[in-house]
């Protein structure tokens, strides 16, 4: 498996987990549901945006470097969302 098809994996897991706590919960996906999958929907420099989750503390010695240079590949949670499906 390449990476690109790995990235594919990651991004399809998650779109499952947010349909799930839909479908399990009867709500809808908040940003601190996703601890693990951040950076698909938080860009480096919007980190302020997501208090809710450690990213910092999740990143650790990365975390300035990932600050200046992440761009997430979704504009923003509800974009992920929508791509999800949910």
Known sequence: M???????????EAFEYARSIKERYNRIPIPSDFWEEFPL??????VDKYPEIPIKRQLGKAYDEWVKNHKA????F??????AGV
Not at 2 to 12: D, F, L, P, R
Not at 41 to 46: A, K, L, P
Not at 73 to 76: D, P, R
Not at 78 to 83: R, S
């Open 2 to 12: 390449n990476i690109s098809q790995n990235v594919c994996v990651c991004v399809e």
């Open 78 to 83: 509800e974009e992920f969302l929508k791509a």
């Open 41 to 46: 929907f938080v860009s480096g420099n919007e």
């Open 73 to 76: 590949q979704f504009k923003s």
